[in-house]
C-alpha cells in the first residue's frame, strides 16, 4: 500500500510574519545599505529562453513535471502524447529540455509551493515555461503565473499551440470551459494520443468536476460541476489500452461515485460494461468516491468489488470522524452514514480494503471533535490512512475562518500518526498464497511492485518474466505498508499482449502521425536553409 501522507506545517512563515517589520526598516539605521528584492535580482540574472522564429518538430525537447492526483497524471499523458505525436521529444532531463511543461495541483499549499519553486527554477536556468492544471485555471491572476504561457485543465487538447507560440516566444493563455449545447462535457477527448508514464497503466478520468461544495477544497474552482463521459467512449478506450498491452486500468476522478448523474447514467452501469472488457490476467482499480454518492449504489459496488478482475479496493474519504465538522465542511454525510458504508462492504466483501483521508485541525474541529476522529480510526484500523493537517486555501470558505494555533494541529497530526503507525496490518497473511498482478518496480529498486486482490503491495523478486503478469506468490513476511513474497512454481499468468514501449505513444490519429509529407517539409527547410548559406559563401568569395 502508499505510505500515508502526512504535511507538517513549518513555522517560518508565521515566525517572519510575526515579527511585523520589513527590510527597509530593519536597514534605516545602517548607511550604505542598498535594498533589493532577492527575487528580482535573480530574474535580472537569469538568462532569457531562446526564442525561435519557427519550429520544426522533432528539434525542440520537452520535460514535463505532475503534481497531484491521478487525474493530472493522465492530463499529463494526453498532453505528452500530443506533443511527441506532433514531433517533440520528451525528457525525463529537464536541464537538457527546451521548455518545461508543469501540471499543477492546487489541493494543499506544499503541492503549489513546490510548483512555485520549479517555476523560478526553469526561469533561473532560462528554460520556456508553460503552467497547466488546477493553479492557472482555478486562479489565473496569481502573480508566480503572471507572464506565462497557462493550459486549462479543459484546454489539453490544445497543448501543441501553446508549446509552439512560447518557443517563439509568445504568451498564450486558454483557460476556457468545454460545453455543447450550452452545457458543460467531461473535458478534452478521450481520443487524444497519450504517452503512458506507466506502459502497463492505463488512467481513464471518467468524469470532470463534482456536485460538492465542500468549504476547505479550491478544486471545485479549477474543475468545476460535473460532466461525465459518455459510456461508450470510455469502453472504447479501455479496449483500445488492453490492445495495447495493458494490464491495469484505474478509473479516476473528483469524484467516480457522482458519474452519470449529469447524462442519465451511473457508476455500477459503466463498471459492468468495462467489467466485460478486461481480459484474463488484468485488473481494474475503481478510483476515490465520495459517501454521499456511493450509498445509492452500495449493493452493486459490493457486487462489482468481488468480481476476480476487480481490486476489493475502494477509496472513500470521511474527513472527519466529527458530525459538526463534516457541517461545517459541507459533507453532506454524517458518520454513521460512514460507518454504513464501511460496514456494509466489509460485510458482503470479505476482506476489502477501505482506505479513508483525514484534515486535522480544521478551523471549527475542538478536542472533543478530533476525539471522535481518534475513536473512528481506532475503531476500524485503516490499512491506508491519509493524514493531511487543513491548509487555508485562497478563495474557499474555510479560508475565512478563524484557524487553530499550529502547534495544537501539529500535536494532533502527531497522535493519529503514532496511532496508524502503532499496528501492523498484514502480519496475519503470511504464510498465505495469494496472485499479485505486478506492474511497477519499488522505489529501492530491488524488487517488483504487484497487487493482491484486496490492492494490497507486495514485493517479488525482479525477474523480468513476471513484470505485467499475474503472479503466484506465497507470503513470507510483512511490514507496516507491504508484504514479500515468494514465487511457487504454479509459475505466472500467460503471456499478455506486449505492451508498449516507454515513451511510445497511445491511440495515435491517423492525422497526428509522423508522415511523409512532414519529413519531405522538414527536409525542405533544411536544404532551403543549407542552400542559403552556401549561396552567401559563394557571394562573398567570388
Known sequence: MTAPCIDIIDDIEDLISSQDITPKERYSSKKKVTIRA??????????????????????????????????????????????????????????RADLWLLNSCTVKNPAEDHFKNEIEAGRKLGKHVVVAGCVPQGAPKSGFIQGLSMIGVQQIDRVVEVVEETLKGNTVRFLGQKKESGKKIGGASLDLPKVRRNPLIEIIAINTGCLNQCTYCKTKHARGELGSYPPEQIVERAKQAFEEGVCELWLTSEDTGAYGKDIGTSLPELLWKLVEVIPDGCMMRIGMTNPPYILEHLEEISKILKHPRVYSFLHVPVQSGSDQVLLDMKREYTRANFEHVVEFLQSKVPGVTIA??????????????????MTLCEKYKFPSLFINQFFPRPGTPAARMTRIPTQDVKKRTKKLSDFFQSYEPYGHKVGSVQKVLVTETSHDKLHYVGHNKF?????????????????????????????????????????????????????VPVEMRPSIFRMVAVVGIFFAVFARILWKFLAINL
Open 356 to 373: 479513508t483521508d483525514i484534515i486535522c485541525g480544521f478551523p471549527t474541529e475542538t478536542d472533543l471533535d478530533f476525539s471522535y476522529t
Open 455 to 507: 490492492y494490497e503491495q507486495v514485493l517479488v523478486p525482479m525477474k523480468e518474466e513476471f513484470m505485467g503478469k499475474m503472479v503466484t506468490v506465497e507470503i513470507v513476511s510483512a511490514t507496516k505498508h507491504s508484504m514479500k513474497g515468494e514465487p511457487l512454481d504454479e509459475g505466472v499468468s500467460p503471456a499478455l499482449k506486449p505492451s508498449l514501449g516507454k515513451g511510445i505513444v497511445s491511440g
Open 38 to 95: 532577492k527575487r528580482k535580482l535573480d530574474q535580472e540574472i537569469a538568462p532569457e529562453p531562446q526564442i525561435y522564429s519557427s519550429i520544426i518538430p522533432g528539434t525542440q525537447t520537452i520535460f514535463v513535471k505532475t503534481w497531484g492526483c491521478t487525474h493530472n497524471s493522465s492530463d499529463s499523458e494526453y498532453m505528452a502524447g500530443q506533443l511527441a505525436a506532433y514531433g517533440y521529444n520528451l525528457t525525463e532531463d529537464k536541464n
